[in-house]
């Protein structure tokens, strides 16, 4: 008996401890992880852009193309992360017709594509910019189509970009001007006051074997961030065109001086 009541003692006391390890073990235990947070998506690559303006004067390097008065302008671009890039532009015009009424063209359409990226030197970041660009003038012709193609090439550091454009082609139809060339320099610099952005810009087209056609132009103005898409532009427009080659026959030069506006969105 006095086994059998050891026996037994041991097994309440074996118990007990059992008992008492796992009372013991749970409250030790952590509580459970909360569940983990998705990853999230990586960035896509590809990046669609549009946009949409109305502006009081369609100016091309300084020249009304729409007889001073104002155009519709809209466009679609894609890029890629690796710096490739393609678009299309495209603008109400009236040029064209102005200079030969036979003519039917109110649309000017551009195609480009081209690549953009950035470089170091000595721990100064430039970018740089080179393509092609395709002017299209859909329309009846009974002659000269001023269809265009140009190369262009670019290097900027900070707000300052130097652009070279040269074209393969007779320049907007104009007889014996194969591989007339443009330089365009701009300054984009934001003003850090209500989000405003200084424009200036100036260019001279070289337009070969052709008197009196070659021209300065200039640009002074200032674009204003709007928000949701929206912006704001207003600047004064100049160039020296000579009137002997670049008055239309609304007897107009459409590189005279002018005050100018644009109000954009962008998608």
């Known amino acids: 008996m006095k086994k059998l009541a050891l026996a037994v003692s041991a097994v309440v006391l074996t118990s007990a401890a059992a008992g008492a390890l796992a009372q013991s073990t749970d409250a030790a235990a952590p509580a459970a ?18 946009n949409v303006s109305v502006v009081s004067d369609y100016r091309y390097r300084g020249l009304s193309q729409g007889n001073r008065r104002p155009a519709i302008q809209g466009g679609f671009d894609y890029a890629h992360e690796s710096g490739f890039y393609i678009g299309n532009w ?81 320049l907007f139809g104009i007889p014996e001007s194969k591989y007339s060339n443009y330089v365009d320099l701009s300054v984009n610099w934001p003003l850090n006051i209500w989000d405003l952005t200084l424009n200036a810009h100036v260019g001279y087209q070289t337009v070969q074997h052709v008197s009196g056609a070659s021209y300065l132009d200039w640009k002074l103005g200032l674009t204003k961030d709007l928000g949701k898409g ?37 998608f």
């Open 90 to 170: 495209n603008s109400s015009i009236s040029w064209i017709s102005d200079a030969d009424k036979s003519v039917s063209a109110p649309i000017e359409m551009d195609f480009y594509g081209g690549y953009k990226n950035t470089f170091k030197v000595n721990e100064l970041e430039f970018n740089y910019d080179v393509g092609a660009l395709q002017y299209f003038y859909p329309g009846g012709y009974t002659s000269t189509r001023p269809y265009t193609t140009e190369l262009y090439a670019g290097i900027g550091y900070g707000p300052v970009f130097l652009k070279y454009s040269q074209a393969l082609t007779n």
């Open 230 to 266: 929206f912006s704001l532009a207003l600047a004064y427009i100049g160039t020296n065109a000579k009137d002997s080659f670049y008055t239309n026959s609304y007897n107009h030069n459409v590189g005279n001086n002018t005050a100018w506006a644009s109000l954009t969105k962008t």
């Open 33 to 50: 992880a909360p569940a983990a947070t998705p990853a999230a998506e990586p960035a896509s690559p590809h990046t669609f852009t549009a």
